[in-house]
């Protein structure tokens, strides 16, 4: 079957970095989304990794290993709008995400 | 970036009624549109997916009769959720997915969402 494996929850201070993992099973692969998610509000879209490696935008980096099946999401001086869910999702082999649960982010002062 | 609408943002309705959701991709021709519900803390849930000019295709467990997608043109699709139930209440999320510059191919744009409370 198809799985995605983050963690449910974690809390960061204001101006700290934060790393999300993301361990995935899927009948094929197409590369791989990270969206951001806040509280009542569609995602957006973060970064996409196709190859393995970092790929660095600003504050955010993903990391993809495709041999691994592992991803994750680093997030450099947080900010407190940076409280939401982050959400990662790799394409099958029919080009579908496939949706985990989700990593809600907690930002403290 | 690429920008999808989606109307209306909140309803509420009685029990029994049906409600229209409108999704519309603003910037981009949308070959595929994806309709996905999602309950408080859960993860996102994929209904259906549609393609332009074709029915759409339902997940396992989607009442493809109560949840009415139409997909007619390449800008708009429908989804019509008939004699809404109080568990129907929940966040409807549409996705487009087509040719947009600077995006990545198969990348999904979101819409809004919607807000279905069911009285």
């Known amino acids: 079957g198809q799985n995605i494996d983050q963690p449910t929850e974690m809390t960061a201070t204001e101006g700290a970095i934060v790393q999300i993992n993301c361990t995935y099973q899927t009948s094929g692969f197409n590369g791989l989304f990270w969206y951001q998610q806040h509280a009542g509000e569609a995602p957006t879209f973060l970064s996409y990794?196709?190859l393995d490696g970092l790929e660095e935008k600003g504050r955010f980096s993903s990391f993809l290993s495709r041999s691994k099946g592992y991803s994750y999401l680093l997030l450099k001086e947080l900010q407190m709008k940076d409280s939401a869910s982050y959400l990662c999702a790799p394409l099958d082999s029919n080009y579908q995400l496939i949706w985990g649960a989700g990593t809600k982010l907690i930002i403290k002062p | 970036g690429a920008v999808v609408s989606q109307h209306p943002s909140r309803v509420i309705c009685k029990s029994g009624t049906s409600v229209k959701i409108e999704c519309r991709s603003l910037?981009?021709?949308?070959?595929?549109m994806f309709w996905y519900r999602q309950f408080p803390k859960q993860s996102l849930m994929l209904m259906a997916t549609?393609?332009?000019?074709?029915?759409?295709?339902?997940e396992q467990g989607v009442e493809k009769d109560k949840f009415l997608i139409n997909h007619a043109s390449l800008t708009l699709s429908t989804l019509t959720v008939t004699s809404a139930h109080p568990e129907d209440s929940s966040f409807y999320i549409c996705?487009?997915?087509?040719?947009?510059?600077?995006?990545?191919?198969?990348?999904?744009?979101f819409g809004p969402g919607t807000r279905l409370t069911v009285t």
């Open positions: 990794n196709v």
């Open positions: 549609s393609n332009e000019g074709s029915k759409a295709t339902y």
């Open positions: 910037d981009f021709q949308a070959t595929t």
């Open positions: 996705s487009a997915r087509g040719e947009f510059r600077g995006g990545f191919a198969y990348e999904q744009y």
